[in-house]
């Protein structure tokens, strides 16, 4: 039975659809001038996600955020013209009201985790842009910027905030409804734009929010701009950054085509990438296929190519199946990888990444597939990968190995198999281009301890290692032999489905991330771990809760007590 | 109405009492041999700190850490010959089973969380001790080692494990009770000892722990000794970790003499820490007196002084005030701090802290100062500070101003009051000697952006300034003048009791830690804030949680959704 996903705003209780388009869009105004582009938000009340709230003041749900997504993505992919993008509103009255309050009030704990993340991910990303892509985000504040507005505001490069008495930047969150502002906000505060402690903790505890000079002041804002000059100031920012852009200015984009996808009640299936559920073993298996054939070596035939190029296919369909399986899936809590294929194709792949660094498709193709990369690793799902007989666990595939909490690897031939012992390597990818969100390589994570293993390994790139080999290289977790290899497999899947699924997910948050810390490995352990715990506090969402009352007329009676 | 806190190993629910002395040990055996010391935990079953639960198999709850605080204390102080201390186990059958999981069960959220925490500062300060003191800590395993036990081990610099057949770490939280590991294990684990992330997964996911060669060639363990050797060995150790101590080997030690307090039922007084507890606004009011005549001003007399120098008496007496308000008092969820006496006898303290740092006890005191503050910082309190006319927040005393989430500073004189101004002024000790948890001064941390700002004002050290100039280096939130002054502070407080506390905690707890992260910051960030959140999972918690369910036969029946 093959269904297809209902598209991210109508009114379903079904799954989410991550998957969207820019004539689908209800929410973004996405518009062109040259190397200049728009994204001015308008969010359409009536089509929230799912029943229950209106999306009133330029909130926002999933839905608005899956269109966010989507189009950041396109401007990466389809207008490599593009080296600038400004961010504002279409509504008269205000720029954003944040996230929707009746539709947090109405979601369960996991959704409002979930939301969060995806929500940090994709604000991530446009500064992923900003730094690597020679995509500058200017935000245009034309009106009252709250909470997960002005947090969205915060990712973008320059803050210019129009003075017309009226517009003010704030992070309502905790005055008003007793939770954090919880996308990446307070990190910003402090972090990236260096609001001394002292005024982030008076600006974040008052609800009607700062304007004008001391908003600058504050640094909470580059600047403010008077009403008649508003748009011919940002104009010329706009202008002035995209002329600092490497992008290309006159070739042709790559357009994202609607992925193939197959679902059935226990399966999805992508060219590349192929998932079956055991529903009992709470355990996804992925499959990621290598490319059946050698791929294209030049970049006109890989541009022909586009987003069939297999690189950039394999992260759009992981990308898609990741979050899929996160919001649709969430009783599935461990994800087995595999893979299957040519290791010369990946190889190949991996040596085309490298040698046309330069080039805008291949960079931002590398880029993606570092994101869809850290997706996984703040993925709370237990990873385990399984290096088997006809694998290609190399280069860039080798990474998601890395990824994983635990790594087996077959030790020797399956009997009566005629495949060769399975096999891993290195290539340069594993080496700088897909850094964890810690800002170093899975690898100089690993082993944290003794960065020589690190330069010695690198020395050895384009060596097979079996899986003696791969064991001894700190690679394989476990190498079992044939005899007791579905046993050993079997035996971690039951016992991983048989604990805490909460407590999981707080030990595989702390144990892969060793080494330095980031504004985003912050965003995503102090400030998500923070956020989950006030999430799910009584003060927050029970019966009394802030986040409940809201809108009802009654003020939330806290329990006084600090813990 | 004075009253005393009842010791901590009094079966009472009374208010927990932070001070204790070896005479009252009831779980700690602390003997001394020459240059080394030895520390054997020795568990009285029946001695926990509040009804309900018997301390089997060397278990813990707070009234033992209480103990292990004071020793640890002691050793700093008490005893300088003291360069190395082997930590181990009384108990013929086990070396530690962790905190006691009957307690967890029965002990509410809160007091799961500060448990946590003051565990957490403890093992710290074992590290602080190993790092800057010249106080080596060898943890001699001598039977099995779980949970809390292997994180006391993991806290020290060497561990060292019998291979006796029965001995193990292990860290079994999370198969055996659905919580994580929460006093630093897991971080310690990947962070201090780099072990790799999928052993350190695996490890953490086995109730029965590792032991010999395998925990050697993890890092779990530094090294297996056969039990014929053991102590042996370990003498050994002790003997050469001791003899690299600088820590001088004839001096006297300076004695903690019990602390003068007198508690009422809305107050707390110690000679130089008076606190006032205001419970409608919500506010305890912290104003810390300066010393009031000029200070020794010579290493004899400070030496003679002992626990009556200042910066030490001091150190004592905000430190068991930030222990009593944390776990007697969370209703008062601000702290308002003031300061008065002579700004001449605080800057001779920091002078005679700075001149004489090369000595043992001035060390020790610096070190100690430096812990207290870090209290403050991971305090889960509003923390606010009024500089008024009398005050005397310059250098050690400025920095609990830097600790505070706001800082109000009265501009001018008090009407009708012959006091001049209030001034602040730095000192030495306000660039280095006390960095906060994430390694840096608090006035980095304050001008992340601007690390120009700090060479500034370091060449401003001595400079009186008053409000405005205040205002102008940074320091001050606002400044209001007499007529607004008490409405401004009573509108902020106001304000602060009528939010929610949990996200007041979740807020301070982001703002706080601009900048760098340490081991310490991310246990505090990272790992204590997940494990705040399991605590709170009905996975965990709930009628059918793990820890209600722990030793009644039943097995949990986890809700398998992942969040």
């Not at 998957?19 to 973004?28: A, E």
């Not at 020679?134 to 909470?147: E, I, R, S």
């Not at 954090?180 to 260096?194: H, Q, Y």
Request: aromatic share 8%; glycine share 6%.
């Amino acid at each position: 039975m093959n269904t297809t996903l209902k598209p991210a705003y109508a009114k379903t209780n079904d799954a989410v659809d991550f998957q969207t388009n820019p004539s689908d869009y209800r929410h973004w105004r996405l518009s062109f001038d040259g190397r200049v582009a728009r994204l001015a938000l308008d969010v359409d009340e009536t089509a929230g996600l799912t029943p229950g709230y209106e999306l009133k003041l330029n909130s926002y749900d999933l839905g608005v955020d899956i269109e966010l997504y989507d189009a950041l993505q396109r401007l990466r992919f389809e207008h490599p013209e593009v080296g600038a993008v400004i961010i504002t509103s279409a509504n008269e009255r205000i720029f954003c009201a944040g996230a929707n309050i009746k539709m947090l009030g109405l979601s369960s704990h996991a959704h409002k985790v979930n939301f969060c993340k995806f929500t940090n991910e994709t604000r991530n990303s446009i500064e992923d842009a900003s730094e690597f892509s020679g995509q500058k985000y200017l935000c245009a504040v034309n009106g009252p910027c709250a909470g997960g507005g002005y947090e969205l505001a915060l990712a973008c490069d320059h803050i210019s905030m129009i003075d017309d008495g009226a517009t003010t930047v704030s992070l309502p969150e905790l005055p008003l409804l007793g939770v954090l502002p919880g996308t990446g906000g307070l990190t910003r505060l402090v972090d990236k734009r260096c609001v001394r402690r002292d005024r982030a903790d008076y600006f974040s505890c008052t609800e009607e929010g700062i304007r004008g000079e001391r908003a600058v002041e504050w640094n909470l804002v580059d600047e403010i701009i008077p009403a008649s000059k508003f748009d011919e100031v940002i104009a010329a920012h706009a202008l002035e950054a995209s002329a600092q852009s490497d992008r290309p200015d006159s070739e042709p984009g790559i357009v994202l085509d609607n992925l193939e996808r197959t679902f059935s009640q226990d399966s999805l299936s992508y060219p590349n990438v192929d998932i079956v559920i055991d529903r009992k073993l709470r355990t996804a298996t992925i499959t990621i296929s290598a490319p059946s054939e050698k791929p294209e070596s030049d970049l006109e035939s890989i541009k022909r190519a586009g987003s069939q190029f297999w690189a950039f296919a394999f992260a759009r369909q992981l990308d898609d199946a990741i979050l899929h399986l996160r919001a649709n899936e969430d009783q599935i809590g461990t994800w087995l990888f595999k893979t299957k294929g040519a290791i010369e194709h990946v190889e190949q792949i991996d040596a085309i990444l490298m040698e046309f660094s330069a080039d805008w498709f291949i960079r931002e193709v590398t880029l993606y597939l570092k994101r869809v990369l850290k997706r996984l690793d703040v993925t709370s799902r237990t990873l385990i990968s399984a290096i088997e007989p006809g694998s290609c666990f190399v280069g860039t595939l080798l990474e998601v190995a890395l990824a994983c909490d635990q790594v087996f690897m077959l030790e020797g031939e399956y009997e009566g198999n005629p495949l060769p012992p399975a096999q891993v390597s290195f290539s340069k990818m594993n080496f700088g281009p897909l850094p964890m969100v810690n800002g170093i390589t899975r690898l100089s994570s690993r082993f944290l301890a003794n960065p020589d293993r690190c330069d010695d390994l690198k020395g050895r790139i384009g060596e097979r290692l079996e899986a003696e080999a791969a064991d001894a290289a700190g690679i394989a977790t476990f190498t079992p032999d044939d005899i007791d290899w579905d046993d050993e497999i079997r035996i971690s899947l039951e016992s991983r489905a048989s604990f805490s699924p909460d407590a999981l997910t707080g030990l595989e948050a702390n144990l892969r991330f060793a080494g330095p810390e980031t504004l985003e490995s912050k965003i995503f352990a102090r400030l998500s771990a923070w956020q989950n715990w006030v999430f799910q506090r009584p003060n927050a969402v029970g019966d009394q809760g802030a986040l409940v009352l809201y809108g009802s007329g009654s003020r939330p009676n806290y329990n006084k007590q600090r813990v």
